[in-house]
């Protein structure tokens, strides 16, 4: 009788971005089965004036350089998770984690929803998928998703999701998002490729 060998696991790559204190960290401590490898340092005087507070007083770390997590969604199916820093100064990293990447997760937070603008167009240009994953803050409003769309002008194929970084089950919804849309327009540039020929 023949001994049946372990099935190797796909590994793909998912990028967790958007803009200061919007949750990454928290997002991919939430998943991670592994202990999470974070890069964060305490907020200093020479930050003052540079990393914008409003909204997140209570923030006293940065990520610096990145976030890393792993989490198996099924037996021939991980996912290691890249958190990128959210601040301008640090954005010459994100070619870095980007490459080989499935997708994106751009979260978003509705009190400073034009910090998220960057990775969005990040994304939009070097044609990662990514979905927009909105950070459902205690005491922060709600918004419909067709208003948060409407006010990151994304197009109609990008999709929006609603979260809690803090939940496991809420932060595995948006990454089963992330690969099913990427699957998807996977699927639709095949198809354009074949009707091509």
Same mark, same amino acid.
């Given at each position: 009788?023949?001994?049946?060998?372990?099935?190797?696991?796909?590994?793909?790559?998912?990028?967790?971005?958007?803009?200061?204190?919007?949750?990454?960290?928290?997002?991919?401590?939430?998943?991670?089965?592994?202990?999470?490898?974070?890069?964060?340092?305490?907020?200093?005087?020479?930050?003052?004036?540079?990393?914008?507070?409003?909204?997140?007083?209570?923030?006293?770390?940065?990520?610096?350089?990145?976030?890393?997590?792993?989490?198996?969604?099924?037996?021939?199916?991980?996912?290691?998770?890249?958190?990128?820093?959210?601040?301008?100064?640090?954005?010459?990293?994100? #070619?870095? @984690?980007?490459?080989?990447?499935?997708? %994106?997760?751009? *979260? /978003?937070?509705? &009190? =400073?929803?034009?910090?998220?603008?960057?990775?969005?167009?990040?994304?939009?240009?070097?044609?990662?998928?990514?979905?927009?994953?909105?950070?459902?803050?205690?005491?922060?409003?709600?918004?419909?998703?067709?208003?948060?769309?409407?006010?990151?002008?994304?197009?109609?194929?990008?999709?929006?999701?609603?979260?809690?970084?803090?939940?496991?089950?809420?932060?595995? #919804?948006? @990454?089963?998002?992330?690969?099913?849309? %990427?699957?998807? *327009? /996977?699927?639709? &540039? =095949?198809?354009?490729?074949?009707?091509?020929?």
């Amino acid at each position: 009788m023949h001994a049946v060998s372990p099935v190797e696991p796909l590994t793909l790559k998912i990028l967790v971005a958007g803009g200061f204190g919007v949750g990454k960290t928290t997002l991919v401590s939430a998943v991670s089965e592994i202990r999470p490898l974070r890069t964060e340092e305490r907020l200093s005087e020479p930050g003052v004036g540079v990393d914008d507070t409003g909204g997140v007083e209570g923030k006293s770390t940065t990520t610096v350089a990145m976030d890393f997590g792993r989490i198996t969604l099924r037996e021939d199916l991980v996912l290691y998770l890249f958190g990128t820093p959210g601040q301008d100064r640090f954005w010459f990293l994100w #070619d870095e @984690l980007a490459q080989g990447s499935l997708g %994106a997760v751009v *979260l /978003a937070d509705t &009190r =400073r929803l034009a910090d998220c603008f960057a990775a969005i167009d990040y994304f939009e240009r070097r044609a990662i998928p990514f979905v927009v994953a909105v950070n459902c803050f205690d005491g922060a409003d709600r918004h419909p998703v067709v208003t948060v769309r409407t006010a990151l002008d994304l197009d109609p194929g990008v999709p929006v999701l609603l979260c809690d970084a803090r939940d496991r089950e809420s932060v595995k #919804d948006v @990454l089963v998002g992330v690969v099913e849309h %990427a699957m998807s *327009l /996977a699927r639709e &540039r =095949r198809r354009s490729l074949s009707a091509g020929a």
